[in-house]
């Protein structure tokens, strides 16, 4: 018998840096409850491994390769995994496990689409003014 709930691979992007007042020792419980917490997710199959993201960048457009950073601090992207979810709201919960956002840091949940693009669907790359 098939089972009746369907799972979905969502991304979680981590952003932001660590609150200015956090000791490093602080910051290290943060981390290490950080990793114990992934590994249960994982070993609970709610979770998939992902990595830290190095400093060094490069933007690729048509006009040049350029190197980075680009964002602004609050928006650094430090990180990144995957959760395995029924529903954005429930990978979403099981990111509001994550004992780093105690610390400042925070994640943001996308879906991962099981699509190919086309250019006649509306997706995240469409500009805005085409979208309805």
Same mark, same amino acid.
């Given at each position: 018998?098939?089972?009746? &709930?369907?799972?979905?691979?969502?991304?979680?992007?981590?952003?932001?840096?660590?609150?200015?007042?956090? &000791?490093?020792?602080?910051?290290? &419980?943060?981390?290490?409850?950080?990793?114990?917490?992934?590994?249960?997710?994982?070993?609970?199959?709610?979770?998939?491994?992902?990595?830290?993201?190095?400093?060094? &960048?490069?933007?690729?457009?048509?006009?040049?390769?350029?190197?980075?950073?680009?964002?602004?601090?609050?928006?650094?992207?430090?990180?990144?995994?995957?959760?395995?979810?029924?529903?954005?709201?429930?990978?979403?919960?099981?990111?509001?496990?994550?004992?780093?956002?105690?610390?400042?840091?925070?994640?943001?949940?996308?879906?991962?689409?099981?699509?190919?693009?086309?250019?006649?669907?509306?997706?995240?790359?469409?500009?805005?003014?085409?979208?309805?």
């Amino acid at each position: 018998m098939a089972d009746s &709930t369907s799972s979905s691979e969502y991304l979680v992007i981590s952003r932001g840096q660590w609150d200015r007042d956090a &000791t490093p020792d602080q910051i290290q &419980t943060a981390i290490d409850e950080f990793y114990v917490w992934h590994a249960r997710m994982v070993a609970e199959g709610k979770m998939k491994p992902g990595k830290r993201l190095a400093p060094e &960048t490069r933007l690729v457009s048509r006009q040049a390769v350029t190197d980075g950073p680009f964002a602004e601090a609050k928006e650094v992207v430090g990180g990144f995994w995957f959760i395995t979810a029924s529903s954005l709201d429930e990978a979403a919960q099981i990111a509001a496990g994550n004992p780093c956002l105690a610390r400042g840091l925070q994640y943001e949940i996308r879906p991962i689409d099981p699509e190919r693009a086309s250019a006649f669907a509306q997706t995240t790359e469409t500009p805005k003014r085409d979208r309805g």
